[in-house]
């Protein structure tokens, strides 16, 4: 990490009908983007032009069509390696996150297929490790059922570690390509990594030269307690999805203070929340928009969710009444109040209806914050969190598309670039340099140096 002023980091989660469940029935949006490379490019064209840090693309391995009502952004989509090397060929600054699961792969497959978009990019692929949050991807691929955490967190821990070492199996200096001599590669400088564990066993090397990031960021996004020592132990960021600022900070902490037992610097590692800013360039024009957005969402106001996220049944009371006394509810810590206030903020009053609670709930279930607003008052909650280390940057999943982004990148970077958080040009090319990250050095090269000088 340079010794720098801190910069917010930000991102695209590409949500191709964007992140709001009702995003598509607006009547300026796109809605088949998910499979046209034109409307691809543009999003990635648009987000360099503002500098972002990085083009997210998440993934799961199973599909059913009643996903079109919370998830129709995930229901179908492009495979995530195919779709980062067409981006990555028209563009040039970006960083390219693959999330790739571990749980139904094989090491060497992913070594490679990440160490060959590493190359097609020029160094701006980082992994996004996850162990699985769809159970249903057991039945595609020959298994009765998904597994446990500690077993997905088991195969996962020993998976990237053989990862690692096979994109270091080569070293950077391995290609003499000596046409005089006749000697193409120093064979001293190639590594087989033998590894035989509990779940694999590798012999390596890789059949692709070191990567040009040399070790290729990873990213992690679980919620579990295994999934935050993976992200301690080896992420350089951490997506995740936090609604208040009080439970960011915790969890903020709580990570980096995991990291010093792995030999790890806080610096190295970024945490990045999940934020749905509905942007208007007027305030009123923000609110117009959220309960537009919120008329047309398909539901059959099934409240029994709700009910449970706030600890109140609300079965006996009706959509468009006051809201239940906050008090009865049956969760400790406050649940219930804390996401009334989010949904009163975003509607902008205090007197919400049950309804427009709902509407909000349903609009942030998956986990991400939704704020309402114009440019300056994004802008300023962006502050906060940063400010007060809740978070380190955003992982922006806008309403809808491609306006919700537009408006963010036109009017809400430019507001975050005059207060000095936000870079206005890039000041390096590869995934590791947009986070100051320092290239590290090959392991066996540095062991074969640390032999050299013991001898
Ligand atoms: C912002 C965010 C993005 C995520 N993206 C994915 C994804 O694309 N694919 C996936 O399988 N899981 C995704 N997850 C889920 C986790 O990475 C994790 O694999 C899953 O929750 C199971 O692990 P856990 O039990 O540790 O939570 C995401 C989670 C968060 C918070």
């Known amino acids: 990490m340079s010794a720098q002023k801190r910069q917010l980091h930000l991102g695209l989660f590409l949500f191709s009908t964007g992140y709001h469940p009702a995003g598509w029935r607006l009547p300026e949006a796109v809605t088949d983007g998910a499979f046209d490379p034109k409307f691809l490019h543009r999003v990635a064209r648009r987000l360099e032009e503002a500098k972002f840090d990085f083009f997210f693309l998440g993934d799961a391995l199973a599909s059913s069509a009643d996903m079109q009502y919370q ?15 067409n981006i990555a060929a028209v563009t040039e600054k970006i960083g390219l996150i693959v999330t790739a699961n571990t749980t139904y792969a094989e090491p060497y497959h992913i070594a490679r297929l990440t160490a060959s978009l590493d190359y097609l990019s020029s160094g ?114 951490i997506f995740t999805g936090q609604i208040h600022i009080a439970g960011a900070k915790q969890f903020y902490s709580g990570i980096k203070s995991k990291m010093a037992k792995y030999g790890r610097d806080p610096g190295e590692l970024s945490i990045l929340p999940g934020l749905v800013p509905l942007v208007g360039r007027t305030e009123e024009e923000a609110r117009a928009k959220y309960r537009e957005l919120n008329e047309l969402l398909v539901t059959d106001f099934n409240l029994a969710p709700l009910s449970a ?18 008090e009865l509810s049956t969760l400790p810590g406050g649940a219930a109040k804390d996401l009334v206030t989010l949904a ?57 598309m491609p306006g919700g982004l537009d408006l963010f990148i036109d009017l809400v970077v430019p507001e975050l670039q005059r207060r000095g958080l936000f870079r206005t040009e890039y000041e390096g090319s590869t995934f590791r340099e947009h986070f100051g990250l320092s290239r590290p050095d090959n392991r066996f090269a540095k062991r074969a140096v640390l032999q050299t000088a013991a001898e």
């Open 344 to 400: 009163q903020r975003a509607s902008g009053r205090e007197d919400i209806t049950v309804r427009e609670l709902f509407h909000y709930f349903s609009a942030t279930c998956r986990g991400h914050l939704l704020i309402v607003g114009n440019p300056e008052q994004i802008a300023d909650q962006i502050e906060e969190w940063f400010v007060q280390e809740a978070a380190d940057g955003f992982n922006i999943c806008p309403p809808y």
């Open 124 to 237: 701006r692929v980082a992994w996004n490790v996850v162990t699985g949050a769809d159970t249903r991807a057991a039945l595609n691929f020959s298994r009765e059922k998904h597994w446990d955490n500690a077993k997905r967190y088991d195969y996962a821990d020993e998976f990237v570690q053989v990862v690692k070492d096979l994109w270091d199996s080569w070293e950077d200096d391995a290609f003499v390509r000596d046409k005089a001599g006749g000697v193409f590669v120093d064979e001293s400088k190639v590594h087989k990594i033998n590894h035989a564990g509990e779940h694999f066993s590798v012999a390596g090397p890789l059949n692709v030269a070191r990567p040009p990031q040399g070790q290729i960021p990873l990213l992690s996004a679980g919620t579990s307690e295994r999934s935050q020592e993976l992200g301690a132990q080896f992420s350089n960021a």
């Open 71 to 85: 998830f129709p952004s995930q229901m179908v989509r492009l495979e995530p390696f195919t779709m980062i090397a």
């Open 309 to 326: 996220r706030i600890g109140i049944d609300l079965s006996g009371y009706s959509l468009d009444g006051p809201l239940p006394d906050l």
